[in-house]
């Protein structure tokens, strides 16, 4: 009887819990975000500039998700490829996470959406390439304070009913439903469409659901085997390993030709990531994912090919940039990453408040934002909408501002392709004279050549940095300082 109570009042705290969210993750304002003509944009590679060939004036342009603003130089453009990404946001209403009666991640998930956001981007130039927009991404509704606040107040009224009825009521999403999907009529046509499915196979990966491969519950379920449990805070060292558990583990064959790394002590080693590019052998994969369903890959575009005997590896580098605080040191190292097509993006952001790192202009970064609180959408239909996985307004944030524990991210489609990124950025990584250490490493072999785990159990070896115990180091959470 006494069980039953706690679990009574463990229900209601959750309800009170989602109505304070809906008004503190909601029911915000939208303030603008200011980016000059006059210096050039970085995104995930991509540069772009502002300033129109006919204009010498020094003005500052105000960017905002509405056509009269793009108007000069290729702002659209990079409006276009921001929108792209894949925006991923708490959400509320979704079935409870393994091991809590949590209905949401709101106010403690953000760094596992930010994980979701840098591991959607590496899917997305595995399935489409670098190239690939978003064929409705400038169709966007602005984030303006009308729509905010009144989806926040549907919300805030729906969880008020539900609370005090004691029944579960649909959220409103307030998005309009997606048109049927027509048969193409041309090669270009085709071609769209078939990266359109792959789009929504990739956004399906990620939904609110114990059964999505790449979703909240599944991270939250691979997380309590490390000790962390749904309502705690993930650093971005833990979310790395989480990621890298999460993509080895999915068993749809379209996830059958990528897998992930996650470096040791700052420390990526070579023979490792080209064991990680040779796939396993053609009875393992079938045996592992027999019972998957089925999924676009065999129709893949030959720009996301990858060989037969071979599968593409996302490289996760968990890092400390500094020690309370970034080093101005590496900012411009931040940048000098930015700019790589196969960068992947930056999870971290400031001091509990995670961020998924994307881009910068001049001495600001250019972020993703996670704390929003958006309804659940079912991925399980044909048709969901799309809308709410895509955000058409970006935040930028000083470079001291960034908090220095952070995990950086690579994509790399082929031993070959690996060899070409560790050398391009082994000379980015070239200490200057004002730094003693470089961000990470790249070293020849297998981490287990340096003795790095001896003596230590499996679960141990999980751990974020496993550190050779004759070293003289010292950690600041789930990380090592040299």
């Known amino acids: 009887m006494e069980n039953k109570g706690s ?10 819990l989602s109505v304070w969210h809906n008004v503190k993750y909601s029911w915000a304002l939208k303030s603008k975000t200011s980016f000059s003509r006059n210096s050039p944009v970085l995104l995930l590679g991509k540069c772009y500039h502002f300033k129109a060939e006919d204009d010498n004036r020094l003005t500052e342009a105000c960017y905002e998700a509405s056509e009269e603003d793009f108007v000069m130089g290729n702002v659209e453009a990079f409006r276009k490829d921001f929108a792209s990404r894949v925006w991923l946001t708490y959400r509320e209403e979704f079935s409870p996470l393994p091991g809590s009666t949590l209905t949401s991640d709101c106010g403690w998930g953000c760094m596992l959406r930010a994980g979701q956001m840098m591991l959607a981007q590496a899917l997305t130039l595995h399935f489409l390439g670098r190239d690939w927009t978003w064929s409705e991404a400038l169709t966007l509704q602005a984030l303006d304070t009308e729509t905010w606040t009144t989806t926040a107040a549907k919300r805030l009224v729906a969880s008020l009913e539900s609370s005090m009825q004691g029944s579960h009521k649909p959220p409103d999403p307030g998005l309009p439903p997606m048109p049927q999907a027509q048969t193409p009529r041309s090669a270009e046509e085709a071609d769209a469409h078939l990266k ?6 990739l956004v399906s990966w990620f939904g609110d659901s114990p059964s999505a491969q790449l979703g909240l519950h599944r991270l939250v379920r691979l997380g309590l085997t490390m000790g962390r449990q749904a309502g705690d805070w993930y650093g971005p060292a833990v979310v790395a390993h989480i990621l ?52 676009p890959q065999n129709n893949q575009p030959a ?31 931040a940048k000098s990453i930015l700019s790589l097509e196969y960068c992947i993006g930056i999870i971290g952001g400031k001091p509990k408040q995670a961020c998924y790192f994307v881009g910068f202009q001049d001495d600001s970064l250019i972020y993703m934002d996670p704390h929003y609180c958006q309804s659940f959408v079912d991925v399980s239909t044909s048709d969901f909408p799309l809308q709410s996985y895509h955000c058409p307004s970006p935040k930028k944030m000083p470079f001291s501002k960034m908090d220095p524990s952070c995990t950086i991210g690579f994509y790399s489609r082929s031993i070959q392709d690996y060899e070409r990124i560790s050398q391009e950025l082994s000379k980015v990584l070239q200490p200057s004279a004002k730094e003693k250490y470089p961000a990470f490493t790249f070293v020849q072999g297998h981490g287990r050549d340096y003795d790095l785990s001896a003596g230590l159990t499996p679960e141990k070896r999980e751990w974020p940095f496993i550190r050779d115990p004759r070293r003289t180091v010292t950690t600041a959470g789930d990380f090592v300082l040299l």
């Open 7 to 16: 679990d009574e009042v463990e229900k209601l705290k959750t309800k009170f």
């Open 196 to 201: 359109e499915m792959y789009h929504r196979t």
């Open 244 to 295: 890298r558990k999460a993509v080895e583990e999915a068993m749809d064959p379209g996830l059958a030709g990528i897998t992930a790394y996650v470096s040791q002590d700052c420390t990526v080693y070579s023979a490792d990531v080209i064991d990680s590019h040779r796939a396993p052998t053609a009875g393992q994969a079938s045996a592992e994912r027999s019972d998957a369903p089925p999924s």
């Open 303 to 333: 720009s996301a090919s990858t060989l037969p005997d071979s599968r593409a590896v996302i490289i996760l580098i968990p890092v400390r940039l500094g020690g309370e605080k970034t080093n101005p040191d590496y900012f411009d190292f």
